[in-house]
């Protein structure tokens, strides 16, 4: 009877059932409170992060090692945020590396990494290397220079949207190798960047098509060329 008594309905769920409820949770806290349950929660939570085609870590409290871990284990990932907030993501170059190799890396259409002050050329190059699928990629408010930008002409044809948000060591060389490297490119944000007029009046004849945001300054330099 006491047997009974201390069954719960949630105990008969399976373990595929369990996986899609627990696809509502989106903390990191909730998914180790419910890995920590039992066996069968922990194989749950393994499957829920194995299903999810988005991943934000942007605001959470991760290092290389967590966000490592958790990518690995997410074989159908396709859109991945790991910006910084004001408590948020504390990944390295390192970070970068293990996201490298992971199953998913060559099926990531997105990947954000704005503000993560941690990350170099030497961590975006490795992972642009083997994430050839990338059609939007943020790697504003870093330190990269236009080695990184070389690497992503070199590396991302399918590239659509790149965001440079105040990436002060980039120069008009590497904007023009990307331009020219990703053919289907159009937006690109280069606020806070010092970039000459002439130099985007000349982007824009490689690729008319492309809008350079802030939008003000494509208005008006596709104004200029009419």
Not at 193 to 215: A, W
Request: charged share 20%.
């Amino acid at each position: 009877m006491g047997d009974r008594e201390s069954f719960s309905p949630v105990d008969g769920l399976s373990v595929d059932v369990l996986a899609n409820c627990f696809m509502l949770l989106f903390s990191f806290e909730d998914w180790a409170r419910a890995s920590s349950v039992c066996r069968k929660w922990r194989e749950a939570m393994k499957q829920s992060i194995a299903q999810r085609e988005k991943l934000s870590f942007a605001g959470w409290k991760m290092d290389d090692i967590s966000i490592g871990r958790l990518v690995e284990g997410a074989y159908s990932l396709k859109e991945l945020d790991i910006s910084r907030a004001c408590w948020g993501c504390q990944i390295t170059d390192d970070g970068l590396y293990k996201i490298s190799f992971t199953k998913c890396c060559s099926k990531l259409t997105s990947v954000s990494m704005w503000g993560m002050t941690g990350i170099t050329d030497k961590g975006v190059l490795q992972l642009v290397s083997r994430a050839s699928s990338l059609q939007h990629l943020n790697i504003g408010g870093t330190f990269i220079s236009d080695e990184s930008l070389f690497a992503i002409a070199s590396h991302c044809p399918h590239l659509k949207v790149l965001i440079l948000w105040s990436c002060r060591h980039v120069t008009e060389r590497g904007l023009f190798a990307v331009i020219r490297g990703c053919p289907k490119l159009k937006s690109i944000n280069i606020w806070g960047m010092s970039i000459s007029s002439r130099c985007c009046k000349d982007l824009l004849t490689i690729n008319p098509h492309l809008q350079i945001k802030p939008g003000g300054i494509h208005i008006q330099l596709t104004q200029g060329l009419i």
